[in-house]
């Protein structure tokens, strides 16, 4: 692993079961990376003296995304060489679009669709295959929800 690499900061592009292709702003260059285990939980400490050498997990918080990165995601990487990385932290947020995904005998997960984006532009056929206008409509009032131009 590089040491000189712990900062980096990237933007995912393409994702695909586990697999994120993130675009490094340093380099400009893309790698394969995985999620970090500590992105799928929260851990909760309790507040103290900053000095303490020993930090104990108050509580286990469980995420409630279906999957926490989404396309457009601004990512804290950890290059491990050879083309492939590790996402160790996901930036804020300044817009996305997401839907309630529910997991079967579960409760309903946010997924995150796409994010930090600042217009959405549809497009549709407009003959083969016939115009879904329902499915239009949708993505015209997720996009007015999330505060974005179309």
Same mark, same amino acid.
């Given at each position: ?7 980096? *900061?990237?933007?995912? #592009?393409?994702?695909?079961?586990? =697999?994120? %292709?993130?675009?490094?702003? /340093? ?8 999620? /970090?285990?500590? *992105? =799928?939980?929260?851990?909760? #400490? &309790?507040?103290?003296?900053? %000095? ?12 409630? =995304? ?20 590790? *996402? %160790? ?10 839907? &309630?995904? &529910? ?5 309903? #997960? ?11 532009? &549809?497009? #549709? ?16 009032? %997720? ?6 131009? /179309?």
């Amino acid at each position: 692993m590089n040491t000189d690499d712990v900062d980096d *900061i990237g933007v995912v #592009f393409r994702k695909t079961l586990g =697999h994120y %292709t993130v675009h490094t702003l /340093s380099r400009g260059r893309e790698i394969d990376c995985v999620l /970090s285990s500590l *992105i =799928h939980k929260q851990l909760i #400490f &309790p507040t103290a003296d900053p %000095t303490s050498l020993r930090h104990v997990v108050q509580e286990v918080r469980e995420i409630e =995304h279906v999957d926490p990165v989404g396309i457009g995601d601004r990512v804290r990487y950890v290059d491990a060489g050879d083309g492939r990385g590790m *996402i %160790t932290e996901i930036l804020a947020r300044h817009s996305k679009l997401s839907r &309630p995904a &529910p997991v079967p005998g579960q409760r309903v #997960f946010e997924q995150v669709i796409v994010s930090n984006m600042d217009l959405v532009i &549809p497009v #549709f056929s407009v003959a083969d295959p016939t115009p879904k206008w329902g499915l239009l409509d949708r993505y015209l009032v %997720t996009a007015e929800a999330a505060g974005l131009r /179309s």
